[in-house]
T-cell receptor
């Protein structure tokens, strides 16, 4: 089954304790991205990657790191989490259509709470 | 800031009625898409409309795009309780790796 898999799905952690949210896709998609979703703020893009070793900042990159060493994986790293990073996180992947469309396949989400 | 803004923020209708949601955006786009999200779950792609298209249909969905007004609308006809969800528009700029989402419209369809 074509899918984007995120882990963990739920995590409660404390301020300053480094954590990684993994994301893997099995569709051979070139593009991958991370979003966070907060009440009243919709989805905001954190980082995106258009190919292996190519990453770029989205709208809210502060406090996050990413890497794209393999095509299928795109982990999100919080080096020193803070309470304002409590959120619902989504990983998504896509391959551009000939018209340049970016139809995203989303993971199920990772709900992170930072105390 | 967010590229897209949906209107209304929340919509409540009876089963069988039509639901219309609107999306406005700020900059030139390549494509516009609509996604659906069931509570707390990942978004699912519904329909895409290209910048040179004005209207598109898919089952009970009808999407329009007015690039002169930088707006789009999603119409769900003959709504069902199962259509209860949040709906988001997303715009693709020329840099196709970056999709920008609006704040969403929460639709409640009462049986």
């Amino acid at each position: 089954e074509a899918q984007v898999t995120q882990n963990p799905r739920y995590l409660i952690t404390v301020t300053g304790k480094k954590l990684t949210v993994t994301c893997s896709q099995n569709m051979n998609h070139e593009y991958m991205s991370w979003y966070r979703q907060d009440p009243g703020l919709g989805l905001r893009q954190i980082y995106y990657s258009m190919n292996v070793e190519v990453t770029d900042k989205g709208d809210v990159p502060e406090g996050y790191k990413v890497s794209r060493k393999e095509k299928r994986n795109f982990p999100l790293i919080l080096e020193s989490p803070s309470p304002n990073q409590t959120s619902l996180y989504f990983c998504a992947s896509s391959s551009p259509t000939p018209s340049g469309a970016n139809v995203l396949t989303f993971g199920a989400g990772s709900r992170l709470t930072v105390l | 800031s967010q590229q897209g803004e949906e209107d209304p923020q929340a919509l409540s209708i009876q089963e069988g009625e039509n639901a219309t949601m609107n999306c406005s955006y700020k900059t030139s786009i390549n494509n516009l898409q609509w996604y659906r999200q069931n509570s707390g779950r990942g978004l699912v792609h519904l329909i895409l409309i290209r910048s040179n298209e004005r209207e598109k249909h898919s089952g009970r969905l009808r999407v329009t795009l007015d690039t002169s007004k930088k707006s789009s609308s999603l119409l769900i006809t003959a709504s069902r309780a199962a259509d209860t969800a949040s709906y988001f528009c997303a715009t693709d700029a020329l840099n196709a790796g970056k999709s920008t989402f609006g704040d969403g419209t929460t639709l409640t369809v009462k049986p």
